[in-house]
């Protein structure tokens, strides 16, 4: 049986716990481009957010049994994606450095159409420096920009997945952004010098 595009993830999670497998393939079509966003925010590395993608995939399907629906199906994928990356940082005993040029998919575009070849140059600079002011945040701080501002989670499905407050979601939202203003001017102003 599969399952129905309007049903709730967490419906077709819970028959995934009970032993049909292949609905999770209703929940890799839905989630799998999102994840791979998630993990090349933080990486920069399209294999190993490829990679990191279905190992978050073979963990949910290893641990369905653990699945509870207290909270978003979402929420509990976003916790398993979590550990799957820093394991693999562990693994690699290395901390990611974001290439400064690499193109990351979903971040705002010029459009080509309606701007000025002027206005085109401008806003394709600035978001170059905005790429790169993403690249230069510490990697806690790139990670809650990242579920926030990109995978559109609310503050208290990030509490979950950080094991924190919302107060202090809220809090670390803040300072990544006073964060990434401070690289953006930095980086605009020394262009200008």
Known sequence: MQADDSESDEVIMLRVREGQID???TLYKRYRTPLFNFFL????ERHLSEDLVQD???RIMKY?????PRHSFRTWM??????VRIQAWSQAAREPVMSAVQEQD???????????PDTQVILGQDLDYLKQSISRLPEASREVLILS???DLKYDEIAT?????VGAVKMRVLRAMNELRHQFEYLSRKEVS
């Open 41 to 44: 925010r933080l990486t920069s």
């Open 56 to 58: 978050v995939f073979f």
């Open 106 to 116: 979903n971040l705002p575009t010029a459009d080509e159409n309606s701007a000025r």
């Open 161 to 165: 997945i950080l094991q924190c407050s």
């Open 149 to 151: 501002r990109y995978q």
């Open 78 to 83: 976003y916790q398993i994606a979590r550990n």
């Open 23 to 25: 609905q999770l393939s």
């Open 64 to 68: 369905r049994h653990s699945y509870r």
